[in-house]
């Protein structure tokens, strides 16, 4: 068909239109600004990012750091008596009250309210196998913590007040049993595998397993699936998971033996839909750790290989940092959001 020309040039000008938006986003950088580092080079893979001036850390060596000026300087400590420990998961409420676990041997929740000049003991399990993965709290108040399974059985504790006191059966009643296949368990990578998403009249959240087996489990719902990875093994499936309503979220994890392999690392849920697991047209550039919500359309997630963005709910993910990462969390309503990882990493990226 042979247009004419000022037909032609409105063609052209419709399809400059509808690429304007993508244009923007290629042209737009994304600058990860680096932190004073933690002197011991401790590992970190918890993380709270309170708001854009009060974030907390914790990792190996017992080391916990705490900024309030937006990361400028770092308040680092190692708490007294568990030098040793690996504090996978951090929860805080502000400058002055936070909660770090101890993954095991044996199993241990501290407390302070006094920003980490001292620490209580919350929770202590001396379970043999007993192994903490990750916490999450909806509140000051409500808050749960999952651990690997124990003969099968994923091990799961809640609180009605802010960690002070821990329950195995928060429905006044024997709590419900989620049952594990031989060889599925939790990756403690970021503490961020299990989501709250209420707490009346009952505990409602989602967790995601990996191993032998990759699930996306549901309690409070009736969603128990299996995420449909290519391959899996003792290194590989979900690691994190994101949620943005009750039915809608994203998966991020694969093998972290390959952390440059791209093969299913990334699923988009919609826990409503017949196929509840899609994934993207452009999926992340490896292994991912961690995904996290920094507005109602727009992702971020890291991992040992880098850090991607995406910008259309997960469609289509950008690689913007070939640095690694084992966590990351948004300021709830500021502009930053937080990085942290292996070698006493500390970074921050300004949302755009």
Known sequence: MIYSFPKYLAICFFFCILS?????????????????????????????????????????????????????HLRWQQVVGYEKRDFRDIVSFDSLTALIMAVAEPAVILRTDNGGLSWQPVFTDSTPDMFLDAMHFVDAQNGIVVGD???????????????LHWSRNPYGDQQPAIRLDSGEAFFASSGTNIQLLKTTPNFQFYMVT???????????????QDIPFAALGSSRGANSLAMLNNHIGVIVGGDFARDKDSLHTCFLVNTRSANPFRTPQTTTHGYRSSVTWITRKALIACGTSGVDISTDHGNNWMNISLTGFHTLGKSPTGNYVFLAGSGGRIARMAIH
């Open 20 to 72: 304007f938006p993508l244009l923007l986003q290629a042209q737009h950088t994304y600058t990860i600004e680096s932190l004073p580092s933690n002197p011991l080079g401790s590992s970190f893979r918890g993380l709270q990012v309170v708001s854009d001036q009060v974030v907390w850390v914790s990792g190996s060596r017992g080391t916990v750091g705490r900024s309030t000026d937006g990361g400028a």
């Open 149 to 163: 399974p124990i003969k099968n059985q994923a091990f799961l504790a809640y609180t009605r007040d802010g960690g």
């Open 210 to 224: 990996g191993g032998l087996r990759s699930r996306l489990i549901g309690v409070g719902t009736t969603f128990n």
